[in-house]
């Protein structure tokens, strides 16, 4: 059973950074894409950012610029440095793998962002 390890979340004012990291464990095959996803009461869950296991990256609009995505394979993990925080950032931020082709999931972790 594969199991991801989300850590790095908390409490930042705006324009500040966090760096959240997600270990997998468990999984007997390569890991494919891995990314974050966010979400705040009342919405849905929506793409953060992603990135293949050769090192493509996919971004959403409203990170651009100031979110980072990267991974170390052979750690099997997988990291989001968020630089210039707004406020609108505020969420719980899962991050996903891809294991042939099943996407597991961990179970969050918060980031507030102060005005």
């Known amino acids: 059973q594969v199991q991801l390890v989300e850590s790095g979340g908390g409490l930042v004012q705006a324009g500040g950074s966090l760096r959240l990291s997600c270990a997998a464990s468990?999984?007997?095959?390569?890991?494919?894409?891995m990314g974050w996803y966010r979400q705040t009461p009342g919405k849905l869950r929506e793409l953060v950012a992603r990135i293949t296991r050769y090192g493509s990256t996919d971004y959403a609009e409203s990170v651009k610029g100031r979110f980072t995505i990267s991974r170390d394979n052979a750690k099997n993990t997988v990291y989001l440095q968020m630089n210039s925080l707004k406020p609108e950032d505020t969420a719980v931020y899962y991050c996903y793998a891809d294991v042939v082709l099943t996407n597991y999931w961990g179970k969050g972790t918060g980031v507030t962002v102060s005005s």
């Open positions: 468990g999984s007997s095959f390569s890991i494919g894409a």
